[in-house]
């Protein structure tokens, strides 16, 4: 059983900068294909980028591509999630989680293990 805890979350004007992380336990996220995730008030959560199990490959949402990286530390069993650019349609909780295939996947039906989130506030 994978836990999963993301931190870094917080409040910062538009155009600014933060760095979610997401701490694995019981399992190593070399193992696993990483996503996140996000949930604005009264949307559906929804995909914002994956990395492979290889950290071979990244893959966006167009919503924040060339805005966020994704980079995974099998070292220190994490991932990071840097948000650059930040605008206040980015406001949401966001969501670590982890997929036992090689290459992950945009559907949040496809995670094996979620985080509880952390809470992405961004103020115009």
């Known amino acids: 059983q994978v836990q999963l805890v993301e931190s870094g979350g917080g409040l910062v004007q538009a155009g600014g900068s933060l760095r979610l992380s997401c701490a694995a336990s019981?399992?190593?996220?070399?193992?696993?294909?990483m996503g996140w995730f996000r949930q604005a008030p009264g949307k559906e959560r929804e995909f914002v980028g994956a990395?492979?199990?290889?950290?071979?490959?990244?893959y966006y949402a167009d919503s924040v591509k060339g805005r966020f990286t994704i980079s995974k530390d099998n070292a220190e069993n994490t991932v990071y999630l840097q948000m650059n650019s930040l605008k206040p349609l980015d406001t949401a909780v966001y969501y670590c989680?982890?997929?036992?295939?090689?290459?992950?996947?945009?559907?949040?039906?496809?995670?094996?293990?979620w985080g509880k989130g952390t809470l992405v506030t961004v103020s115009s």
């Open positions: 989680a982890a997929d036992s295939s090689s290459f992950g996947s945009r559907a949040p039906r496809a995670m094996d293990y």
């Open positions: 990395i492979t199990k290889s950290s071979s490959y990244t």
């Open positions: 019981g399992g190593t996220v070399s193992r696993y294909s």
